[in-house]
């Protein structure tokens, strides 16, 4: 059974900057991050295939960026100029049967999630 386990979240004023990591990463599968806020459904923030081709939502295109270092095995998600409507619980999360298409993915193993906060 996969176990993911991410960290970097804190708390960073609007404007700021954040890095998420995750471990392990998976160089053959889909791997993503999402976010949830209370009160709203998970959204997915970014994903990124076996070629590592990414899919961003239109929320955060052009200020986060996913990657993955296959050497140390870990999934980064570099985040610019938060806003307070990125506060969330992020989760990192893999899709073991798809390699492509990531954002379609029926994510099956997840990490237990790291706070995120932006305050104004």
């Known amino acids: 059974q996969v176990q993911l386990v991410e960290s970097g979240g804190g708390s960073v004023q609007a404007g700021g900057s954040l890095s998420l990591s995750c471990t392990p990463s998976?160089?053959?599968?889909?791997m993503g991050w999402f976010r949830q806020a209370p009160g709203k459904e998970r959204e997915g923030v970014a994903y990124i295939e076996n070629g590592g081709n990414t899919v961003y939502a239109d929320s955060v295109k052009g200020r986060f960026t996913i990657s993955k270092d296959n050497d140390k095995n870990t999934l980064y998600l570099q985040m610019n100029s938060l806003k307070p409507e990125d506060t969330a619980m992020y989760y990192c999360?893999?899709?073991?049967?798809?390699?492509?298409?990531?954002?379609?993915?029926?994510?099956?193993?997840w990490g237990q999630g790291t706070q995120v906060t932006v305050t104004p």
């Open positions: 998976y160089r053959l599968y889909c």
């Open positions: 999360a893999i899709d073991l049967a798809r390699y492509s298409l990531c954002e379609r993915g029926a994510y099956n193993a």
